[in-house]
């Protein structure tokens, strides 16, 4: 027996006048507010997350995050990885009614990679030369040089595909007037609550099973629990890992719990004194206690960075850690040319583990001279600030404080957005502003080919050089927590942190 309540939220009147009173209603709590709808110009895992209720794209992934066809049944390449022939479902239709064929797909990749549009994303699919619809079922993508995770690529939220129609009509409105194919139709979008109702028409027999979802915007770790124990959601993400054992004790919860593959970092700015100079990236490096950072902001639930490629993903090849060291640091600070240290501002999410994280940052740091000021942004300034400077040296972060994980399952997605030195903002997403020629020269060859013992030789190579050039702090790789009631089923917390929710189903 389905026990059927109303949601019980803010803002929930819009939805109810266009679903019925009483539905099968499923409301997820998150960290942060969403920055936009249109999957091919957001840099953030939750958006992505959001933009898949509403679209899909040619591949995707399942919930142990395996590579999987969804608008695409199959592909062939040739052996050089140069071509890729994709075979397409057919009599799928968008939500406005308009069909899913190649032309569709071509006209999105062809918006995606133009450059003059400047869509955040548009360095997925950069590689490819040409699009061609051969027939509706059948669409083909010539590259302009050998690129072996292409499919990976394929498989990321932006590349979800958007109705033409709707492009054509909205323009740079369709960030919110999104149309797609997926499980759920677009209602509404406010800053801080996301709402979307069942597909009636969807492709999938007996999906959704749920009648609408509701994410919204829970910054603060203990209001976000609460709303879960209060029944005012069936979901919430991150559990706060300080009230795990707060969350054991309600019977009527599970706690999720499983490996990632979010890495959690400082970037300093590599273009501005003082982290020009390496013995300061070093310094400050061996002044973070990595495994207290665990303790007090995760507690505990974050394992030590040891690469910049982390365990869970191809390729990974584990480093020498950075030890705890105040009288190193110290030492490296003096040669360097501060031995009295300096001041410095650290940039960041405004959620309670993110701004926790830079407090710990700014206590560990104080022990070697380094003053820094903390500040917290919401989603929306933080990617004006950060991500949408146009030349480098207009950047005025100092230290960002972030986590990234890299949603196409490769780890050219790990290093090629972070540490390219091509993928300087607004580009991508390098706001380490890092390059090494050598770097660039191993990531370029690690996709250069589909080659796996050549691909490990140069991923190896890149992970050492970065390494040692501690253009970062390297702090944790993140063990996801979740929460949810136990009448609900069918949820996936994907290992970059992303959710599909396209199965879920309250009993």
Known sequence: MFKLKTIALAGALALAAAMPAWAKDLVVGVPDNLTGLDPHNVNDTLSQSASKLIFQGLFGFDGDMK?????????ESNKEATEFTIRLRKGIKFHDGTPFNAEAAKINFERLVNPENRLSRASLLTMVEKFEAIDDATLKLTLKEPFGALINNLAHAGTLIHSPAALEKYGKDVMRNPVGTGPFKFVSWQADTLKVAKNESYWKPGLPKVDAITLRSVPENGSRLAMLQAGEAQFIYPLPPEMVSVAEKNPKLDIITKPSIVTFYVAMNNLKKPFTDRRVREALNYAVDKRAFAKVVFNGFVDPLDSVVPPGLPFYAKQSEWPFDVAKAKQLLKEAGYPDGFETEVTGANNTTATRAMQFMQQQLAQVGVKVKVTPLESGTLTQRIWSVSKPEDAMVQLYYGGWSASTGDPDWQLRPLLYGESFPPKLFNVAYYANPEVDAAIRASIA?????????????????VWKDAPWIYLGVERLLAAKVKTLAGVHYLP???LLLEEAELH
């Open 67 to 75: 590579l999987i066809p969804v608008l695409a049944e199959g592909y």
């Open 496 to 498: 970059d942190r992303g």
């Open 449 to 465: 080919t589909a080659d796996a013992e050549k691909r490990a030789d140069a991923y190896k190579k890149a992970q050492e050089l």
